[in-house]
Antibody
């Protein structure tokens, strides 16, 4: 059974940094592209970016690429999202997803990030 | 970026009714279109990929179609368990943008 378990969220102050993790199981992690997607409190869904199966290539939403970095550790079957200089508009639920590739065929349970002073 | 214009924003329908949700892509995305269902309090789940292919375990009352750059999701006989928010997403070129979502309720 495919499982994606995110962690690392919480309340963070504006301007701070935060690193989210996603531990994958139930499939060969190193064979698949992986993505991060976020959903705002108003339910808007935003694709953040993805990373190639070997970690050699990443894509980002242009509005986020200067502040967000996606990485992975295939030995630990773990995906990461490093967020820096966070803003109130980064308040959202963050999902780790497995790429089919193309469509996102499995999603984690999500982790909430609240940016507030 | 490719824009995905999804409509309607909300929809209230009766049980057993046929429901259709549409997404219009701002440019050609071929069949690189997916639909997701998000039930209340849950994570999104893949429903349709490749514009018309049903994901594993998805009931056959769901179907997807394409006409040019317009894509549709049809629920042939609405059931109670179908309530939630539906999103389209283009997977043609990064950034892989989502539609704005359609909230489906039972009348």
């Amino acid at each position: 059974e495919v499982q994606l378990v995110e962690s690392g969220g919480g309340l963070v102050q504006p301007g701070a940094s935060l690193k989210l993790s996603c531990v994958a199981s139930g499939f060969t992690f190193s064979d698949y592209w992986m993505s991060w997607v976020r959903q705002t409190p108003g339910k808007t869904m935003e694709w953040i970016g993805d990373i190639k199966y070997d970690g050699s290539y990443t894509n980002y939403a242009p509005s986020l690429k200067n502040r967000f970095t996606i990485s992975r550790d295939n030995a630990k079957s773990t995906l990461y999202l490093q967020m820096s200089n966070v803003r109130s508009e980064d308040t959202a639920t963050y999902y780790c997803t497995k790429d089919y590739p193309g469509p996102l065929d499995y999603w984690g349970q999500g982790v909430m990030v609240t940016v507030s002073s | 970026d490719i824009q995905m214009t999804q409509s309607p924003a909300s929809l209230s329908a009766s049980l057993e009714e046929i429901v259709t949700i549409t997404c219009q892509a701002s440019q050609d995305i071929g069949n690189w279109l997916a639909w997701y269902q998000q039930k209340p309090g849950k994570s999104p789940q893949l429903l349709i990929y490749g514009a018309t292919s049903l994901a594993d375990g998805v009931p056959s009352r769901f179907s997807g179609s394409r006409s040019g750059t317009q894509y549709s999701l049809k629920i042939s006989r609405l059931q109670v368990e179908d309530i939630g928010i539906y999103y389209c997403q283009q997977a043609s070129s990064a950034p892989f943008t989502f539609g704005s979502g359609t909230k489906l309720e039972i009348k």
